[in-house]
């Protein structure tokens, strides 16, 4: 049986290249931008070492398009390449150029910011050149400047030039199918998207700048023009800083320059800077939301080493947090080779737990440094938080620290003030706490009115995923039960075994529940009478508690029994047989009248729950207006 080694070479890289491992032509730039940054890094890196002498300057990396010649030009001062440099990194492209300096120097330094995967990088050239040349000269001062040229077969062609200048230039001359590649304003583009917080400075082309006149200049006096390097890439962004040496401003200013178009100023931020058991820096920002849970995704930008990879930070991020905005950066997320897809690896769900623990903590101080402010921004934040109490558990145990119900009457608690404050009572029968809430004050009101009559708090929650929330809450708190305020008439809604004496009696009862179901349609609605005080409404509508809470939470997906979404509509009719007017009905001796009084009670009954449709509105109205000529 033979043994042998599998070699990566030119000859079967290209097809890979070309059709798998890239797929999106456009990152060229991108890799060839990181290749030049590693190598100025390097440069930056020996020289504090003392193993080059004189001073390296400013070095910069600039870009150079050429529309006639079909060109594109990468210019760094970085180490540049001796010849046997060129033959292990570009020809034997199994090796990593940047893999080997770590592993050589990693004793020596604490975070280069090498990118790595040179060889590989340097080949993406091919999706968009029929040709590729490299000019390049080693910092090494015996060092011969050499030329390497390819078209993109196995054959290459290697010599000695003439140069002077450290550094390498990559020339690529651009196919005739990526000629939009030779637009300024597309490599622009390109490098806004990917290089935009390079840390090294990137020049393309060069622009006017206006200098300011001097305090004594006389009236018609005109402002000097310069023409400077347009560099397009800021490369000290404030997540690579030390968060003690950033003030509000600063991150202020930072959220503008990642957002330009976004007009609103985020609420507040997390600045994320660890470097154990992994290495990550960031900052999220919390933007203003609607109840909308369907936030546009994609806000959070992934960077490694300054370099951009993707807006899409599934799995890094938590669901409930990809509605932020802002930048994460980790050399330690796993990427495939070509940066395109993030890979499944213990670090990540690392990652996503520290991150989630942050905004947590967060979340904490503000609430304790700032209680009043921190109301005020409740209801913009509200919906990224209680998704995340349902999405992740740690985030929920967390939660009570911070998370806030808010009452009708614009009062804010804690769900530990809550009980506090509600426990004399809205206990029931049972020893049950019962919570009410209202989802929309509104069209709930008369109910709201009933409950507040009583002395009974009742929460506004009307984010959509609300129901899903309380059902988390009752499963994981004791003795406490979540009741709409709609749900049944109040008394029961909060049962304290009092018995009520009807002003009917049970013959009354049993002659009156007939009239009222031949009135009303009975496959929506079931009659229920009920003794209740005389102030309260002659006829109320109710939707079960249960029955709504499964249909609202299979319209926001999960939680509800196949098919319940698509149930129709059940309610409860509850008659009050304390109330004057269902006394008036039941002694009512014409049938017609007995009718309409049924009808008005019904249809007021509906009003108040904006049930009242159509043609049923239009028949209230004119039945009204009968009843009062």
């Not at 150079?64 to 046997?84: F, L, P, S, W």
């Not at 985030?395 to 009452?407: G, Q, V």
């Not at 009583?454 to 994981?476: A, F, T, W």
Request: with cysteine; glycine share 4%.
């Amino acid at each position: 049986m033979a043994k042998g080694s599998i070699k990566v070479t030119a000859e079967n890289i290209f097809p890979i290249i070309k059709k798998f491992l890239y797929s999106d032509h456009e990152i060229f730039l991108r890799e060839l931008i990181s290749n030049a940054t590693d190598a100025t890094l390097k440069l930056k890196h020996l020289s504090t070492l003392g193993e080059i002498k004189g001073d390296i300057g400013n070095p910069i990396i600039e870009v150079k398009v050429d529309k006639e010649k079909k060109e594109i030009r990468i210019i760094d001062q970085g180490v540049g390449m001796t010849g046997d440099e060129v033959k292990k990194y570009i020809n034997q492209i199994a090796f990593s150029g940047a893999e080997e300096f770590v592993e050589k120097y990693k004793d020596k330094m604490e975070d280069t910011g090498i990118i790595g995967h040179f060889g590989l990088g340097f080949y993406s050239s091919f999706m968009v050149a029929k040709k590729v040349e490299i000019f390049t000269k080693s910092f090494q001062d015996d060092a011969k400047a050499v030329r390497w040229e390819c078209d993109g077969s196995p054959q290459y062609t290697l010599e000695e030039v003439e140069r002077t200048e450290r550094g390498t230039e990559i020339v690529l001359h651009i196919a005739d199918d990526s000629t939009e590649f030779l637009e300024e304003s597309k490599i622009t583009q390109l490098l806004s998207k990917y290089n935009k917080f390079m840390p090294i400075p990137i020049k393309f082309g060069t622009r006017e700048e206006t200098l300011p006149l001097a305090e004594d200049a006389p009236e018609d006096a005109k402002p000097e023009k310069i023409t400077v390097d347009n560099i397009i890439n800021n490369p000290n962004p404030a997540w690579t800083k030390i968060p003690a040496d950033l003030k509000e401003e600063d991150y202020a200013d930072f959220y503008r320059e990642l957002y330009p178009m976004q007009f609103e100023e985020p609420l507040f931020h997390i600045h994320l800077n660890v470097d154990y058991p992994f290495n990550l820096t960031g900052i999220l920002y919390f933007p203003k939301l609607t109840k909308n849970i369907d936030q546009a995704k994609d806000k959070i930008q992934l960077y490694q080493n300054q370099v951009f990879v993707t807006d899409n930070v599934e799995g890094i991020v938590p669901d409930f947090l990809q509605m932020l905005r802002g930048v994460i950066d980790s050399p330690d997320i796993p990427l495939n080779v070509s940066r395109s897809y993030l890979q499944s690896d213990a670090a990540v769900k690392k990652i996503a737990s520290y991150i989630t623990r942050k905004v947590a903590d967060k979340l904490i101080s503000l609430f304790k440094n700032d209680r009043k402010a921190f109301e005020e921004k409740w209801n913009d934040i509200k919906i990224i938080i209680e998704y995340g109490m349902l999405s992740e558990e740690k985030f929920f145990e967390k939660s009570d620290k911070f998370a806030l119900y808010p009452t009708v009457d614009n009062t804010y608690f804690t769900i530990e003030e809550l009980e506090e404050k509600i426990k004399p009572l809205q206990t029931d029968k049972d020893n049950k706490l019962i919570i009410l809430y209202a989802s929309d004050v509104k069209s709930q009101h008369s109910y709201i009115d009933a409950a507040k009559e009583k002395g009974y708090e009742v929460l506004l929650l009307d984010s959509p995923i609300v129901s899903h929330l309380i059902q988390k809450l009752e499963g994981s708190k004791e003795n406490i039960h979540f009741a709409r305020v709609d749900a049944d008439n109040i008394d029961n809604l909060i049962n304290k075994d009092e018995t009520k004496i009807s002003k009917l009696s049970d013959a009354e009862k049993e002659t009156l529940k007939p009239l009222i179901e031949e009135v009303i349609p009975e496959k929506t609605y079931t009659v229920q009478l009920e003794a209740m005080d005389s102030n309260a409404n002659a006829f109320i509508i109710t939707q079960p508690e249960f029955m709504r809470r499964m249909k609202e939470m299979q319209a926001t997906g999960g939680g509800g029994f196949m098919g319940m979404g698509n149930f129709p509509e059940m309610y409860n009719l509850v008659v009050n047989t304390n109330n004057e007017l269902v006394v008036k009905i039941l002694a009512t001796k014409t049938k017609k009248k007995q009718e309409a009084l049924i009808k008005q009670a019904f249809d007021l009954a509906k009003l108040s729950q904006n049930l009242l449709h159509g043609e049923d509105l239009t028949n209230f109205i004119k039945r009204s207006f009968e009843l009062i000529k």
